[in-house]
């Protein structure tokens, strides 16, 4: 089989690689420092008393809820401000 390549000398295909250190491991082209604001999970209000209630985080709407209405020593609810850094945000 001929393949026709069109434009500049294929020859630069056969050139190798530059060489490389042994042993040494890759890092990040940025060496942005990563900050978690948060690793645990936002319990759902009142999940760990009920197995049938998911621990899944769910808005509590109740008119006369503690959580809603943010009193102290009851459990946190997630806002912005929890939020990681843009460029580091995916990573572990």
């Known amino acids: 089989r001929h393949c026709i390549v ?4 294929p020859s630069f295909l056969n050139q190798t690689a530059p060489p490389t250190l042994e042993g040494t491991m890759a890092s990040p082209a940025d060496k942005v420092k990563i900050v978690k604001k948060r690793m645990k999970k936002f319990p759902r209000f009142q999940a ?13 709407r109740g008119i006369d809820g503690r959580v809603r209405r943010k009193f ?8 912005i401000g929890y939020g990681s850094d843009k460029k580091t945000r995916f990573r572990l």
């Open 48 to 60: 760990d008393r009920f197995k049938r209630m998911n621990q899944s985080w769910r808005k509590p």
């Open 6 to 9: 069109f434009g500049p000398d």
């Open 72 to 79: 102290k020593g009851s459990t946190i609810i997630p806002n």
